[in-house]
């Protein structure tokens, strides 16, 4: 929680320019801009609107192993390789942080776009979490049908030993 208040405060520092000396490139320019030019104090306006992303970016590939180790190992769905549409969201964030490397002219567009593919991703990985919670309903249905089977069976047992002890004529078949 700290650590996104902080993005969110460095956030609204950069895009209402209330960081001196402002860029007005901050926001509209990716990495390549501050690797390809010379550092200049106005530089950090544009390192701080980038760290946000950067930092996303980061948590986001510890997130996207940690899901793909559930959906390879744990989830309710088997999938034959580890390949599998748990590692969606993967793609999404290398999508995200190499759109945030481009210069002036594409930074626009292309940050964006990594943008919705990353957000994208993460919709389609929420696909395979509903098949997951849909297989554990399934899952739980079948062990209470089975629960249910086991309760009145042994219910007719209990009839039937009672039945027994009660005539002594059908104990002797």
Known sequence: RAIALALFAIGILVNFNLIEPSNPK???VGWYYLISEQW?????????GLLPIGVSS???????VALWRYGTTYSMVVHASPCNPWFSPFFGTLALCGCQFFGPRWFPLLSNLGIFVFVESVLLMFMEVNKDMEAANDLRDFLDAIGGKRTELARL?????ETLQNDPDRASE
């Open 26 to 28: 901050a926001g509209r």
């Open 157 to 161: 047992k209990k009839t039937e030993s």
């Open 40 to 48: 200049a104090k106005d530089h950090l306006h544009v390192l701080l």
């Open 58 to 64: 980061l948590f986001s590939f510890y997130f996207c």
